[in-house]
């Protein structure tokens, strides 16, 4: 059972979401970044229980980096997550049909562009925790192509309502996770795209493939879409490439449904290939890796649980 929500501290919180966003508004992005890495920096030094989890997950990870390592690459998540929140709420009023050019670097995405346009065929379009995944949609949309995305809602419901509304702004629509089965349906029968972000622990009943050495339980719904619907699956991000808001979005690899037809168990086959996919991602920047993320919070059966969801 859910825990009970204290709707006045919610409501108070969603007050301090709205001062932070005209304070942010009220300054230019230079300002932002800075005032975004001093609070990374300042949670980083506080927050030991997330600290440890990061360092743990980060040690887990890459076994041979020195201890001085793990700690910058730590410290540099946590500003990550900082510059996160500032971005999207710069994203609806930089990343314009008009201008999104001038923040915006395009690698590897001729095909998923090609498939977009034509609509011969859906499409999965999955990313991770990594970097600015927020503008990935936002991009898609300012370029014309408006994306419907499955996310879990926020528990804090004013603020949920309130993202809701700049991430919807550009044409994006999202529906809760629970319950978007007949959307999700819908549009892929039409042969639209539908995205997911594919990082998230999907409990015991989970299917467990590898990321980064060790098993990770891993929702099978978006290897049964593909398979189901015959649609490519195409693994993307937003790799933040300075503190002056421009970006890379590229295709790290597009999974094709003739890769799949012969394997004797296309659900883990698929599930693996795209978790590998994502995992390389990170490799390429894991400071903008979200490393306090739960990710292998749960273990497959008959093996202990680590401390706080460390695998």
């Known amino acids: 059972m859910a825990k009970k929500r204290n709707r006045i501290m919610d409501y108070l919180t969603y007050v301090s979401v709205r001062i932070f966003a005209m304070l942010v508004h009220m300054f230019g992005w230079e300002a932002n970044y800075r005032t975004a890495r001093w609070l ?9 229980r997330h600290r440890n989890r990061a360092l743990e997950h980060l040690r887990r990870s890459f076994p041979l980096w020195s201890d001085e390592k793990y700690h910058r690459v730590a410290k540099a998540s946590m500003r990550n997550m900082m510059y996160l929140g500032v971005e ?20 590897n ?9 034509e609509r011969k065929r859906p499409l999965i379009f ?35 309502e309130y993202m809701l509304g700049v991430r919807e702004r550009a ?26 972000i594919a990082d998230q622990d999907a409990g015991r009943k989970g ?25 490519p699956v ?29 394997k004797a168990d296309p ?25 306090v993320h739960r990710r292998w919070k749960h273990r497959p059966k008959g093996e202990e649980p680590g401390p706080d969801g460390v695998a």
Request: hydrophobic residues 45%.
């Open 40 to 48: 990374g920096n300042l949670i980083y030094r506080f927050d030991r």
């Open 234 to 262: 195409s693994v993307g991000y937003g790799r933040r490439l300075d503190e002056q808001y421009h970006f890379e979005l590229g295709i790290q690899r597009t999974i094709h449904p003739h890769e799949w037809a012969d």
């Open 267 to 291: 659900l883990t086959w698929i599930t693996q290939e795209y978790t590998t996919a994502l995992e390389e991602v990170i490799r390429t920047a894991p400071e903008q890796y979200l490393w």
């Open 88 to 107: 999207i709420l710069f994203t609806t009023r930089l990343v314009t049909p008009g201008r999104w050019r001038r923040h915006i670097e395009l690698t």
């Open 126 to 160: 999955i990313a991770g925790h990594f970097g600015n995944w927020e503008v990935v949609g936002h991009t898609m949309a300012a370029l014309g192509f408006p994306s419907v995305a499955i996310a879990r809602p926020l528990d804090n419901a004013y603020v949920n």
């Open 171 to 196: 044409g994006q629509t999202i529906y809760d996770k629970k319950g978007a089965v007949q959307a999700v349906d819908r549009v892929l029968s039409a042969n639209g795209a539908v995205c997911f």
């Open 207 to 231: 299917l467990f493939v590898d990321f980064f050495g060790r098993k990770a339980s891993t929702y099978k719904s978006i290897a049964l879409l593909a398979m189901q619907y015959n649609a």
């Open 109 to 117: 995405t001729s095909e998923v562009i090609r498939m977009l346009v």
